[in-house]
């Protein structure tokens, strides 16, 4: 790869790079018929963020791509560090939000509190809901987006040199 086709093909990469896991989720969500945590929620705005970087980094003029595949790269970073946080609480290292748990307004009637409960299904955060070797998905959301990540970073740097 030469110093010319590497700001174009990295930007291309990274962006389908964030399409993929958001197929996976979404294919897991209503063909696989698992349900996503709040956290599994903000991981899929991570990786729309990025998608949405990755679109403009390719509208950009080529000279600049370079730098909109750096910020792609972060922001895959930052999913990385929600699918960390999402482990910890999986795991019980640390506490998870309070929108893991469910938010209940217990200010009304038992008739509508009941009607409430049975027509918003919580989804707990601290429970994976599939696995693999151990590994859940926020445990592998985490090693990818790390990896692809650290992976654009450091071919940026390299292109950039």
Known sequence: MTKAQAPFSLPILLLLGSIAPMLVAFASQYLGGLQPCTLCIWQ??????AIALGLITLALPRR???WGAVLTSLALLVVAGLALFHVGVEQHWWQGLAS???????????????KQLMDTPVIPCDR?????????MAGYDF??????????LAAALRSAR
């Open 44 to 49: 899929r705005y991570g990786y729309g963020g």
């Open 64 to 66: 600049l791509q370079l």
């Open 100 to 114: 893991c748990t469910g938010n209940l307004d217990v200010h009304q009637s038992v008739a509508d509190l009941e």
């Open 128 to 136: 994976p809901a599939w696995t693999m070797f151990g590994i859940s």
């Open 143 to 152: 090693i990818y987006a790390t990896l692809l990540g650290l992976f654009g």
